[in-house]
């Protein structure tokens, strides 16, 4: 009798010495997290469609900023799209879809991940000019030289990630160590190339790159809010970024800093179990909430965003001549 409730726990009960066991799933907090994720997955899914359609659709909103915050939507969208739906699969049933799946499934998650990073570095980098050389914004920061480090940041991302794998890809059936798991386990090397490059330089670059923002954002707004004569004002003008630039980096520092409050504990995780297995998942998840949290960022302080979601949800984008509206 205890042999068969045994192999009735396991994935595969003809496979006994080398089948996982059935992951726990059936007690009511379970069940509640499991819908929890799946009301996640739905809104990030919808949500960033939203934003990828407002931005793509309405040329007012073609520009460099928003173009960044095309991308990000973009690897939203996917963590949605594919990652969610994946990471709800294995925490309530055996994988059954192969070792090759396996590994698609998991280069998909690492990409996302590392193309979402980039893409935080680049939005750093964006403000950092905008605020600490305004003058020069312009001339420095164009729709044909983002759009060009966008294509870059996810070719590096799919070209680490598959570094990164490389042992896996070669030798798909490493994903598991037994029948109904999907796991990946990342060699020594491996992980310090990850170490550095996905964690510790873009935390460095962004920490670095947003405290010279807030530096500067605030004595300008302190410069703004003195009582200066006309004069000095139109003297020192030109040195300052303005008032709605100031104001961008403020929403963007809240995009980054809840990126950063969702990022470093999944690394943080994963680097101390060295392995993106059951002892990570509930940092993976948090991380992977950052991408329904994103949109709601732009909802809360993007009033264009707010007025091109009316738009499309009343379908007003369908009409003739829409995409040339004022938007902001």
């Known amino acids: 009798m205890m042999e068969t409730e045994d192999q009735s726990e396991l994935c595969f009960p003809q496979l006994i010495n080398i089948s996982c066991r059935k992951p726990s799933s059936h007690r009511p907090e379970d069940v509640l997290l499991t819908v929890l994720l799946y009301i996640i997955c ?22 460099p900023t928003n173009l960044l915050l095309l991308s990000l939507a973009v690897s939203d969208f996917l963590v949605g799209l594919l990652v969610w739906p994946g990471e709800i699969y294995l925490r309530t049933s055996c994988w059954t879809l192969g070792d090759v799946l ?10 996302v991940t590392c193309a979402s990073v980039g893409n935080m570095v680049l939005i750093s980098a964006d403000r950092y000019v905008a605020i600490c050389d305004p003058l020069h914004y312009n ?15 996810w070719f590096f991302a799919l070209l680490l990630c598959s570094i990164i794998l490389k042992d896996q890809l070669a030798h798909p059936e490493k994903c598991s160590s037994c029948y109904g798991e999907c796991v990946v386990t990342v060699d020594f090397e491996e992980g310090i190339l990850d170490l550095v490059v996905v964690f510790i330089l873009p935390l460095s670059i962004i920490i670095t790159l947003y405290m010279r923002v807030f530096v500067v954002a605030v004595s300008q707004a302190r410069a703004m809010r003195s009582h200066v004569t006309s004069v000095k004002l139109q003297h ?18 809240v995009l980054v800093l809840v990126f950063l409050m969702c990022f470093c ?8 179990s060295s392995t993106f297995s059951s002892s990570a998942k509930y940092s993976q998840y948090l991380f992977d909430v950052n991408s329904f949290l994103n949109p709601l960022i732009y909802a809360l302080f993007y009033p264009w965003f707010r007025k091109a979601v009316r738009h499309a949800v009343t379908l007003h984008i369908l009409q003739p001549g829409s995409c040339g509206e004022n938007i902001l």
Do not use: D, M, W
Not at 139 to 153: A, D, S, Y
């Open 236 to 253: 020192s003008v030109t040195g300052r970024a303005k008032k709605s630039e100031l104001k961008a980096a403020r929403t963007l520092g």
């Open 102 to 111: 396996c590994l698609s499934y998991n280069y998909v998650s690492f990409t």
């Open 139 to 153: 001339t420095k920061v164009t729709v044909k030289r983002i759009q060009l480090c966008v294509c870059l940041c």
């Open 42 to 63: 739905i809104f990030t899914v919808v949500l960033n469609l939203l934003v990828i359609i407002s931005i793509s659709h309405f040329r007012q909103l073609h520009t």
């Open 265 to 272: 504990p999944f690394y943080i995780v994963s680097l101390a």
